[in-house]
T-cell receptor, first 117, second 114 residues
Framework: DARVTQTPRDKVTEMGQEVTMRCQPI?????VFWYRQTMMQGLELLAY????????DSGMPKDRFSAEMPDATLATLKIQPSEPRDSAVYFC???????????????FGQGTRLTVV | KQEVTQIPAALSVPEGENLVLNCSFT??????LQWFRQDPGKGLTSLLL?????REQTSGRLNASLDKSSGRSTLYIAASQPGDSATYLC?????????????FGKGTTLSVSS
């Protein structure tokens, strides 16, 4: 059963601490997205990779957030230092984009619920 | 900038009713539109993907239509069941947005009573 796996599922941390969230995309998928979901803003795109190269991270606060893909099976999202306003559910999604076909169906993980106190 | 709107924000119906959820988007230059379901505390489950060249897609009791020129999509749910209770999200992959990442509406929360 292919699925996107995110760890941890829940994280409570103190303000100022570093937080790392991990995502294992579906094997064979070459596109990875990071989204943040809050009640007020809904789902916001933070970053987006294709073939491990970052295509768009304009939605991500650059001073404290960073996203990387060390290899094709792992994507990471780091927050340093964390702040209470970062409390949200962070979702990773993956998809397969072939050649010039931009019709990428996205499959989502279960999310990491982050609480910064 | 692409914006996606879903109306209504919440909907309550009795079991067995047919219903329609609406999605509108401001920029008709899209690659595709995708409907998702989200249960409380869970991730998003993809329901249907409609490519820009298509007019509709069907899966079981679900039918999604796309009118790209008017910037609208509808999700039709036939013979609703209590198990259909969830939040339904519409998202578009916009040609003019950097890359092809999905832009989401805020969803319609559906409650089906038995």
């Amino acid at each position: 059963d292919a699925r996107v796996t995110q760890t941890p599922r829940d994280k409570v941390t103190e303000m100022g601490q570093e937080v790392t969230m991990r995502c294992q995309p579906i094997l064979g998928h070459n596109t990875v997205f990071w989204y943040r979901q809050t009640m007020m803003q809904g789902l916001e795109l933070l970053a987006y990779f294709r073939n491990r190269a970052p295509l768009d991270d304009s939605g991500m606060p650059k001073d404290r957030f960073s996203a990387e893909m060390p290899d094709a099976t792992l994507a990471t999202l780091k927050i340093q230092p964390s702040e209470p306003r970062d409390s949200a559910v962070y979702f990773c999604a993956s998809g397969l984009t072939v050649n010039r076909d931009m019709n990428t169906e996205a499959f989502f993980g279960q999310g990491t619920r982050l609480t910064v106190v | 900038k692409q914006e996606v709107t879903q109306i209504p924000a919440a909907l309550s119906v009795p079991e067995g009713e047919n219903l329609v959820l609406n999605c509108s988007f401001t920029d008709s230059a899209i690659y595709n539109l995708q409907w998702f379901r989200q249960d409380p505390g869970k991730g998003l489950t993809s329901l249907l993907l409609i490519q820009s060249s298509q007019r509709e897609q069907t899966s079981g009791r679900l039918n999604a239509s796309l009118d790209k020129s008017s910037g609208r999509s509808t999700l039709y749910i036939a013979a609703s069941q209590p198990g259909d209770s969830a939040t339904y999200l519409c998202a578009v992959s916009s040609i003019n947005q950097a890359g092809t990442a999905l832009i989401f509406g805020k969803g319609t929360t559906l409650s089906v009573s038995s």
